[in-house]
């Protein structure tokens, strides 16, 4: 069983509609639940993280996390074409602070 | 506030050499991560140090090698390079080993084996 799972994707979703990413975490130690955004040819940019359960909003971004389901998700309103990236979930156990296990990935693409 | 700064950005290096690769953490930020990413395999922890220490290792053989200095700033070398080893070579840092702080990445370095 892999440490963390998303939705495989693509996400296909018109500009100015919700997109949902989705993903799940095996191990019920993990502590840290973090978003990233990765355009094509660039590096991980941090947009979430969260680590008490309920949901934290940043702008046109939600996190939400679930402990006992094992679940966090994103979600991002009015989306833009600028959103097009892949987006990767990724969690920190407490077993191993400062390492980051990371899902393969969902690819979104807005279309305008 | 500086970012995650890695030196150098792109290299070409031919098999059986061995390369160098640099990591400068945020100002304060005392955890230093090392992660490889190839498109077929995603992203790939390599190793983690704290305070010069290396306190995580992920799975890679041992032409993988880093350490971290008493300013924080990190170096990870990779000996005998293969064609395999072809990959964005990211570094990340965070304050401290605790929950609830944040893990930033740099601009990574892209390493071509030829």
């Known amino acids: 069983q892999k440490e963390v799972e998303q939705n495989s994707g693509p996400l296909s979703v018109p500009e100015g509609a919700i997109a949902s990413l989705n993903c799940t975490y095996s191990?019920?130690?993990?502590?840290?639940f973090f978003w990233y955004r990765q355009y094509s040819g660039k590096s991980p940019e941090l947009i979430m993280f969260?680590?008490?359960?309920g949901d934290k909003e940043d702008g046109r971004f939600t996190a939400q996390l679930n402990k006992a389901s094992q679940y966090v998700s994103l979600l991002i309103r009015d989306s833009q074409p600028s959103d097009s990236a892949t987006y990767l979930c990724a969690v920190i156990k407490s077993s191993t602070l400062g390492r980051l296990y990371f899902g393969r990935g969902t690819q979104l693409t807005v279309w305008p | 506030k500086a970012g995650v700064t890695q030196t150098p950005r792109y290299l070409i290096k031919t098999r059986g050499q061995q390369v160098t690769l640099s990591c400068s953490p945020i100002?304060?930020?005392?955890?230093v991560s090392w992660y490889q990413q190839t498109p077929g395999q995603g992203l790939q922890f390599l190793f983690e140090y704290f305070s010069e220490t290396q306190r995580n290792k992920g799975n890679f053989p041992g032409r993988f090698s880093g350490r971290q200095f008493s300013n924080s700033r990190s170096e990870m070398n990779v000996s005998t390079l293969e064609l395999g080893d072809s990959a964005l070579y990211l570094c990340?840092?965070?304050?401290?080993?605790?929950?609830?702080?944040?893990?930033?990445f740099g601009e990574g370095s892209w390493l071509t084996v030829v």
């Open positions: 191990d019920r130690g993990s502590q840290s």
């Open positions: 100002s304060g930020h005392r955890s």
């Open positions: 969260i680590y008490s359960n």
């Open positions: 990340a840092s965070s304050p401290e080993l605790a929950p609830g702080n944040t893990i930033y």
